[in-house]
C-alpha cells in the first residue's frame, strides 16, 4: 500500500511540475514586461479558467492528499524512540567512603612501605561548627 502510494505520489508530483510550467504568466504580453496591466485589480484582470488551471488545482489537491496521507501512513506503524528530551541523564556515581558503623568515622586503607594494607578508623567530629566568619570593624 505504501509502495504503491509513493509510486503515485511521484507521478502527481511531476504532473504538477509539468502543468505549472507549461503555464504562461499573467502578464506574458508585451505591455505586462513593462508593468502595464489590463485592469487595475489587485491581482491583475482574471480571465477564464483553462484546462491548465483546472489541472494544476486537481494535481495540487491530489499532492495534498496523497501527501498527508504517506504521513499518517508513516507515523502509525513506526515506534517511538527516545528523543534528546526523554533521555534520562545517567544520575552521577560518587565513591564515598563508608563509615564504619557504631563508631562516627571513615573507614580508611593504607598501604604501608612494607606493602602491607592497613585499616585506619577516622572519627568525624560530633558537631562541625562553621568556620567563624571576621565581622568588619566599624569606625
Do not use: W, Y
Amino acid at each position: 500500500m505504501v509502495i504503491l502510494l509513493t509510486i503515485v505520489h511521484v507521478i502527481v508530483c511531476l504532473f504538477l511540475v509539468l502543468v505549472v510550467l507549461l503555464q504562461s504568466g499573467k502578464a506574458a504580453d508585451l505591455a505586462g514586461a513593462f508593468g502595464g496591466m489590463g485592469s487595475q485589480t489587485a491581482f491583475g484582470p482574471r480571465g477564464s479558467a483553462t484546462l491548465l488551471s483546472k489541472l494544476t488545482t486537481f494535481a495540487a489537491g491530489a499532492f495534498m492528499v496523497t501527501s498527508l496521507t504517506l504521513s499518517i501512513i508513516s507515523t502509525r506503524g513506526a515506534t517511538t524512540s527516545p528523543t534528546i528530551f526523554d533521555k534520562k541523564k545517567p544520575a552521577a556515581t560518587q565513591t564515598v567512603p563508608s563509615a564504619v558503623p557504631g563508631t562516627q568515622g571513615i573507614k580508611v586503607q593504607t598501604t604501608g612501605p612494607d606493602g602491607k594494607t592497613q585499616t585506619q578508623t577516622i572519627p568525624l567530629p560530633q558537631n562541625p561548627t562553621p568556620p567563624a566568619t571576621p565581622t568588619p570593624e566599624k569606625k
